[in-house]
Structures are given as C-alpha cells and as structure tokens.
T-cell receptor
Framework: RKEVEQDPGPFNVPEGATVAFNCTYS??????FFWYRQDCRKEPKLLMS???SGNEDGRFTAQLNRASQYISLLIRDSKLSDSATYLC??????????FGSGTRLQVQP | GAVVSQHPSRVICKSGTSVKIECRSL??????MFWYRQFPKQSLMLMAT?????????EQGVEKDKFLINHASLTLSTLTVTSAHPEDSSFYIC????????????FGPGTRLTVL
C-alpha cells in the first residue's frame, strides 16, 4: 500500500465548476500536510498547507480529517489556469516529505 | 516562499559524458537538500538526500557511483550524472526544506537532461 494515495484522474471539468480531490495517508503519526501543484514539464510548487481546522485561500479550500486519515482540496469557480497535477504531500517525520502520485485536473472552456 | 535555483535548466549531451547540475538555496541555508527524478507522465521519484558536510543518503535502487552528490556548503548541492546514457534522460529536480514548524519543501526549476 502506498503511503499517500490519490486518484490519478484525469478530472475533466468545465470552467466555473467546483471540483474536489481527496487523498489518504497511511502513517497516523504524520505531522503536517500540504497540497502542491505541478504544471506540465515544471517543478512542483507549494499551493497551500493544510491545517486541522481547515483553511481557505481564495477559491481553494483544504481540509484534514486525522481520524480518517484523509486530506481534501476543493477548488471553486475553476479557471483554465487551474489545469495542472495536484500533489498531496505528507510530512511523515522523514527528512523528505512524502508525495502522492498526483491527481490531474483539466479545466475545459 | 523560499527560493531554490538550479542550473542548467536544460542540457543535451552525448552518451558517455558526465553532466553536473547545481542546486542553490538563495535566501536560506539548507543543511539538507533532496534530488528527484521524474520521467514523462510519471511521479516524482526521490533519488537521494544530500547532507551538508557528509555523504549523501541514496534511495534503494539508485546507484551512488553513477549519481555523485556533493553538498559542500549550506547553500549549494551538486548532482553529477557520470557516464550518462540515453536511459538517464529525465527531468532532475532539487529541493530543500525550510526550518519552520511545518517544514515545507521548495523546489528548484529542474534540469531537463537529454542524452543522445
């Protein structure tokens, strides 16, 4: 079983739609959580950290459920520029963060 | 966020040559940096952890004699792909974690290596 699991997608949604991604992690001792975004042929970039109480940044809302060990990312009012791969990332206590394989989003006009 | 630079951004070389990639943390000190490789349409794969002033720690299956890592200062790590072959063609990305409570990781822009 992978330490961080994500649905690879692709999620094809029209502009303006709301889309949600989920991710599960296996290590219950994981300490911090993030969503990264990776565009095609580019490096991953930090999108947002995920806090236990849930947090919002503009159109993006991240939530953490420690009991069920899952993390979610909600994108409202999708834009064409949101098309990318979204990586669920977990700090399991190792030196490097643990990355999920990513969920691909394609927003269509 | 923290800034990590990487050079070169792209390199094309002949089979058998060695290629050196530099990774620098520009606005913070990084005692630890990480090197990843990513093949087209595949996930990031951690190759090794670069430790300032000591030997790198390699992930299982990564040949340490082929991928030489040197972390001579708190802001610079280098990866040398020795005797490169076409199967080494990939996107190589370095990364460093910042010393905050959450420990975010920031990436360099990557180096696209093509071995002919």
């Amino acid at each position: 079983r992978k330490e961080v699991e994500q649905d690879p997608g692709p999620f094809n949604v029209p502009e303006g739609a709301t889309v949600a991604f989920n991710c599960t992690y296996s290590n219950s001792a994981s300490q911090s959580f993030f969503w990264y975004r990776q565009d095609c042929r580019k490096e991953p970039k930090l999108l947002m950290s995920v806090y236990s109480s849930g947090n919002e940044d503009g159109r993006f809302t991240a939530q953490l459920n420690r009991a069920s060990q899952y993390i979610s990312l909600l994108i409202r009012d999708s834009k064409l520029s949101d098309s990318a791969t979204y990586l669920c990332v977990v700090n399991t206590g190792r030196r490097a963060l643990t990355f999920g394989s990513g969920t691909r989003l394609q927003v269509q006009p | 966020g923290a800034v990590v630079s990487q050079h070169p951004s792209r390199v094309i070389c002949k089979s058998g040559t060695s290629v050196k990639i530099e990774c620098r943390s520009l606005d913070f000190q990084a005692t630890t940096m990480f090197w990843y490789r990513q093949f087209p349409k595949q996930s990031l794969m951690l190759m090794a952890t670069s430790n300032e002033g000591s030997k790198a720690t390699y992930e299982q299956g990564v040949e340490k004699d082929k991928f030489l890592i040197n972390h001579a200062s708190l802001t610079l790590s280098t990866l040398t792909v020795t005797s490169a072959h076409p199967e080494d063609s990939s996107f190589y990305i370095c990364s460093a974690r910042v010393r905050t409570a959450l420990g975010e990781q920031f990436f360099g822009p990557g180096t696209r290596l093509t071995v002919l």
